[in-house]
């Protein structure tokens, strides 16, 4: 019986300091958040680029439309940097705050 009574108070006093007890902190800062951002945008830039090349009748295929330098060679290359940026900005460590240091 005192194990649930234990569980239970240990639940209150986490819901006491998430609201107003001590600051949150959080796994990523905003400069995290716009790395990411550029990194998604840049992945959808080359999903972009990789997109088209849909002849109007079905039976011709022009080798030049699908197979050109932006779909083979320049959008995955883009993609691929996305996907730099976005490893990037997982790994990089957020800035210390004069706060955080103190505790």
């Not at 439309?65 to 990037?88: C, H, K, Q, W």
Request: aromatic share 10%.
């Amino acid at each position: 019986m005192s194990t649930v009574t234990n569980t239970t108070q240990a639940g209150k006093s986490a819901a006491k300091s998430a609201k107003g007890g001590a600051p949150q902190h959080f796994l990523f800062d905003k400069e995290n958040y716009m790395w990411m951002i550029a990194g998604i945008v840049l992945i959808l830039g080359g999903l972009m680029l990789m997109s088209g090349g849909k002849s109007p009748n079905p039976h011709e295929f022009h080798y030049d439309e699908i197979y050109s330098f932006r779909r083979i060679t320049l959008a995955p290359i883009v993609m691929l940097i996305g996907f730099g940026i976005e490893v990037y900005a997982i790994m990089k460590k957020p800035k210390e705050t004069q706060s955080d240091s103190a505790q």
